[in-house]
C-alpha cells in the first residue's frame, strides 16, 4: 500500500512565525504535490516537484516556499505565516492523475 | 467562471437508489477527468477516471463523459450509507498536466 505521511494532524502558530509542514511517501514516486483545500474551493496546488531540487509553482504559490531534499519528502514552508494561511494542507504523491494522499494537517494560524 | 463546477450539495439519496453526481469544466481540450471520493476527516481517493466519450463502468460506479457539453457526471448504482461522502471531481489542464479540482459535492445515503 502506498503510505504518504505528514508531520502533524493540528497545528496552531501566531502571526508571523516561521512554519514547517513535512511530507514523506515511500512509494518511490517522482512527484509530489502540497495542496490547500478550504470550503467551497476545493483543493488548489500550491506547488509540486517532478524531481530532487525540482519545483514548479502552483497555482497558489504567494506566500509558501518549498524544499525537495531528498526523493520522498517534501516540505511546505511558510515564511511568516498569515491568518488567511489558516487551511487543511494536504501532500500527496504519484502521477498528474492518479494522486496518493496524507492525512493532512488543519493549520491554524492566530 | 470557475474551471471546474460541482453542485455543492448535500444531495441525499435512498439507500438502494440510483445517485447522480455532475460536474461541468471550462477548458474545451481536456482530456482527462477523474472523480475522487472523501469521506468526512479523510484524504481524498482517486475511484474512477474517464477519457473517452460515453460510458466507463466499473462495479457499482459509471463516469459519464460528454466532452461537447463539457459535462462529467459519476452514477452510483445500488447506493449503500457507506457511500456516503463528497465526491470531487478533477480535470487535467492540457497547458501543464496539473489537476484542477471542482469544490465538490456533498452525498447523504439514507437508510
Known amino acids: 500500500d502506498v503510505k504518504v505521511t505528514q508531520s502533524s494532524r493540528y497545528l496552531v502558530k501566531r502571526t508571523g512565525e516561521k512554519v514547517f509542514l513535512e511530507c514523506v511517501q515511500d512509494?518511490?514516486?517522482?512527484?509530489m504535490f502540497w495542496y490547500r483545500q478550504d470550503p467551497g474551493l476545493g483543493l488548489r496546488l500550491i506547488y509540486f516537484?517532478?524531481?530532487?531540487?525540482?519545483?514548479e509553482k502552483g497555482d497558489i504559490p504567494e506566500g509558501y516556499s518549498v524544499s525537495r531534499e531528498k526523493k520522498e519528502r517534501f516540505s511546505l514552508i511558510l515564511e511568516s505565516a498569515s491568518t488567511n494561511q489558516t487551511s487543511m494542507y494536504l501532500c500527496?504523491?504519484?502521477?498528474?492523475?492518479?494522486?496518493?494522499f496524507g492525512p493532512g494537517t488543519r493549520l491554524t494560524v492566530t | 467562471q470557475k474551471e471546474v463546477e460541482q453542485n455543492s450539495g448535500p444531495l441525499s439519496v435512498p439507500e438502494g437508489a440510483i445517485a447522480s453526481l455532475n460536474c461541468t469544466y471550462s477548458?474545451?481540450?481536456?482530456?482527462?477527468f477523474f472523480w475522487y471520493r472523501q469521506y468526512s476527516g479523510k484524504s481524498p481517493e482517486l475511484i474512477m477516471s474517464?477519457?473517452s466519450n460515453g460510458d466507463k463502468e466499473d462495479g457499482r460506479f459509471t463516469a459519464q463523459l460528454n466532452k461537447a457539453s463539457q459535462y462529467v457526471s459519476l452514477l452510483i448504482r445500488d447506493s449503500q450509507p457507506s457511500d456516503s461522502a463528497t465526491y470531487l471531481c478533477?480535470?487535467?489542464?492540457?497547458?501543464?498536466?496539473?489537476?484542477?479540482w471542482g469544490a465538490g459535492t456533498k452525498l447523504i445515503i439514507k437508510p
Open positions: 512509494m518511490d514516486h517522482e512527484n
Open positions: 478533477a480535470v487535467q489542464r492540457e497547458s501543464n498536466y496539473q489537476l484542477i
Open positions: 474517464i477519457y
Open positions: 500527496a504523491s504519484g502521477t498528474h492523475y492518479e494522486q496518493y
Open positions: 477548458d474545451r481540450v481536456s482530456q482527462s
Open positions: 516537484s517532478y524531481d530532487v531540487k525540482m519545483k
